[in-house]
């Protein structure tokens, strides 16, 4: 799938999902943790940065940057990026 298609289908699952009132706790319940995270706005693109955990291909406590963020919770408890979800705990 090329960038282009892939930004669409995040997009749009987000969409269903925030129709529904969020991410339920069983999507969730599988996503890696950035804790402690920053947000960071990269010229017309947004990331987070932080310490991730539960992630399926890297290790507890690598600081990561992640792919481009399609979706952020209001109340800052998860964020959708362009390759999946993550949990967001505290903020630096």
Do not use: N
């Amino acid at each position: 799938m090329d960038l282009e298609a892939r930004i669409i289908a995040a997009s749009e699952e987000c969409d269903l999902i925030r129709a529904s009132g969020g991410p339920d706790d069983a999507l969730l319940a599988d996503a890696p943790t950035l804790d402690p995270y920053e947000f960071e706005q990269i010229s017309a693109f947004r990331i987070f940065r932080g310490i991730v955990r539960g992630h399926p291909q890297l290790h507890d406590g690598d600081q990561i940057s992640t792919t481009l963020v399609i979706a952020v919770d209001p109340h800052l408890r998860w964020a959708r990026t362009l390759t999946g979800w993550y949990r967001l705990r505290h903020p630096k």
